[in-house]
Nanobody, 124 residues
Framework: QVQLVESGGGLVQAGGSLRLSCAAS????????MGWFRQAPGKEREFVAA????????YYADSVKGRFTISRDNAKITVYLQMNSLKPEDTAVYYC?????????????????WGQGTQVTVSS
């Protein structure tokens, strides 16, 4: 059973930056990928970014491309989401996700484990 612990959310003004972290533990870590999703009130959960573990291929939603950067620390089994130039429409609960597959996915139902979520609020 994989546990994911997120941190780093908060309140920031538009144009500001935040860095989210997600540490994984409790499982066997061979071939896997991790991603970030977000869900705003009244909206469906949407893909933000994902990264492979073996080869650092990354994938971003068009809405965050050029502003957000996903990265990972293999030794700590931790994934990060650096969010720059934040906009009010980025306001949401951000979830870390883990899948036992060497390739990333933008589909939430293809992930096996989820973090508890961390709130990001961007004020205008």
């Amino acid at each position: 059973q994989v546990q994911l612990v997120e941190s780093g959310g908060g309140l920031v003004q538009a144009g500001g930056s935040l860095r989210l972290s997600c540490a994984a533990s409790g499982g066997t870590f061979g071939n896997y990928a991790m991603g970030w999703f977000r869900q705003a009130p009244g909206k469906e959960r949407e893909f933000v970014a994902a990264i492979n573990w073996s080869v650092p291929h990354t994938y971003y939603a068009d809405s965050v491309k050029g502003r957000f950067t996903i990265s990972r620390d293999n030794a700590k089994i931790t994934v990060y989401l650096q969010m720059n130039s934040l906009k009010p429409e980025d306001t949401a609960v951000y979830y870390c996700a883990f899948r036992y597959n060497s390739w990333y996915s933008s589909k939430w139902y293809e992930y096996h484990y989820w973090g508890q979520g961390t709130q990001v609020t961007v004020s205008s």
